[in-house]
């Protein structure tokens, strides 16, 4: 169930490698450049309905003669 010599020193050989990488901290003004992508994103989008009010009158109306006719 353990790991095999190769997987060893792969496994070896990454953790050496991540803990020598320099810690990379964000600019100062990093925090308001991803606010300003949000608001010119957010802002640009309008969503419409999938059917209109004339669209689920129509659907309606003709729901509602065919119940008619059904009846006669």
């Keep these: 169930m353990g790991l095999n010599t190769d997987e060893k020193i792969i496994n070896d ?3 050496k490698t991540i803990k020598s990488l320099p810690l990379e901290l964000p600019s100062d003004s990093f925090t308001e450049m991803v606010m300003q992508r949000i608001d010119s994103k957010s802002s640009a989008k309008t969503y419409l309905p999938l059917i209109t009010k004339k669209g689920f009158y129509a ?8 119940m008619v006719i059904s009846v006669w």
Excluded: C, I
């Excluded at 109306?61 to 065919?66: D, I, K, N, P, Y």
């Design 13 to 15: 050989f990454t953790k």
């Design 59 to 66: 659907v309606f109306s003709a729901v509602l003669v065919l």
